[in-house]
């Protein structure tokens, strides 16, 4: 099983990033997740069925197959249906989301909650910046612009969110529950980017990427399920698309020290672990749930916050 090394914060410190393999167990850990996603993508299959979206429940097939076929069979993604965060504009009442129980508890594992501890300190909250990514093979995928789902432009995840949290430290923690081989697109790096400070993101058809980047030393990080990548938040990444005839699932998720603003001030974090203040920790995955429903409540009333810092017509980006 891995863990955290003293030569893994080092080469972070240097690197901007840094993979721990084996840090999950794929059974114990993933799966659980994994049989949760079964059970809502079978409601999604049965809602687009009763209303004639779909003709064929695919219920025979596994997670991915199916997946695949119900999205490309209706002619849409439905990324939002799964993901555990809301999306950036256009919230109303009836925006779904899946803030389920085996979420919670992968986001509050305790091997990533200490993992995380290495780097953010032992007072860690689970920043609401989180998203599940499962991408079909792109020779199956309805025409979208949604990069949960298609390849993800170059970035630095510090350029998606308000300068709010520029001083403090967020740190994003991404892994496959699939394996996430060059083929399936997994992530790309560029080592040492974090030391560059904040580049200029433009809009882009496939979502707000690096105005300017000079690839040269772009590394590809193929890692198997089970595998956990810290990275820091000005580490320029992207993904290479997924080639392959698999979908590619990941997660990334981030952590923070608690106290230090998220970037998304409307969206609800929780106190993962606090030493200081253990009361202050949340268990109830029920209760998170609720806290993601009256958000989404909130929004679909008061209308649409932006994150971005961006000037759309910015000459830069032309
Ligand atoms: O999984 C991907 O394709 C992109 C992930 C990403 O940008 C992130 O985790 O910050
Ligand atoms: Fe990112």
């Not at 996603?37 to 049965?46: C, G, I, N, P, T």
């Not at 779909?54 to 799964?82: K, M």
């Not at 882009?204 to 810290?230: C, K, S």
């Not at 672990?273 to 253990?278: G, V």
Request: hydrophobic content about 40%.
């Amino acid at each position: 099983m891995g863990s955290v090394l003293d030569a893994h914060l080092a080469h972070y410190e240097t690197n901007g990033f840094v993979v721990v393999e084996g840090l999950l167990d794929v059974v114990e850990d993933i799966q659980p997740v994994m049989d949760e996603y079964a059970q809502v993508l079978d409601r999604l299959a049965h809602q687009l069925y009763a209303h004639g979206q779909i003709a064929n429940l695919y219920a025979e097939l596994p997670f991915g197959e199916r997946l695949t076929n119900v999205y490309a069979e209706s002619g849409a993604v439905h990324s939002q249906y799964f993901d555990f965060s809301l999306p950036q504009n256009g919230i109303d009442a009836k925006t779904p989301f899946w803030a389920g129980p085996a979420v919670f508890h992968l986001i509050r594992h305790q091997k990533l909650l200490d993992a995380a501890a290495r780097f953010v300190g032992d007072e860690i909250y689970s920043n609401p910046v989180q998203h599940i990514r499962i991408k079909p093979p792109e020779h199956a995928l309805p025409q979208t612009g949604d990069n949960r789902v298609i390849q993800t432009p170059w970035h630095q995840d510090n350029g998606v969110i308000l300068p709010e949290a520029d001083q403090g430290h967020i740190l994003t923690v991404w892994f496959p529950l699939t394996d996430a081989t060059l083929e399936q697109g997994c992530l790309r790096v560029l080592p040492k980017s974090h030391k560059m400070g904040l580049m200029h993101h433009c809009y882009r058809p496939n979502g707000l990427a690096i105005a300017h980047l000079d690839e040269d030393g772009a590394l590809p990080l193929p890692m198997m399920a089970g595998d956990v990548l810290f990275m820091h938040q000005l580490t320029s990444h992207s993904s290479l698309p997924n080639v392959s005839d698999k979908v590619r699932i990941s997660f990334d998720l981030r952590y923070q020290p608690i106290g230090e603003p998220t970037g998304r001030p409307v969206f609800p974090g929780f106190v993962a672990q606090s030493k200081l203040h253990p009361e202050l920790e949340l268990h109830d995955p029920v209760v998170w749930e609720k806290m993601w429903r009256d958000a989404r409540d909130h929004l679909a009333q008061e209308g649409n916050p932006t994150f971005n810092r961006w000037n759309v017509s910015d000459p830069v980006c032309a």
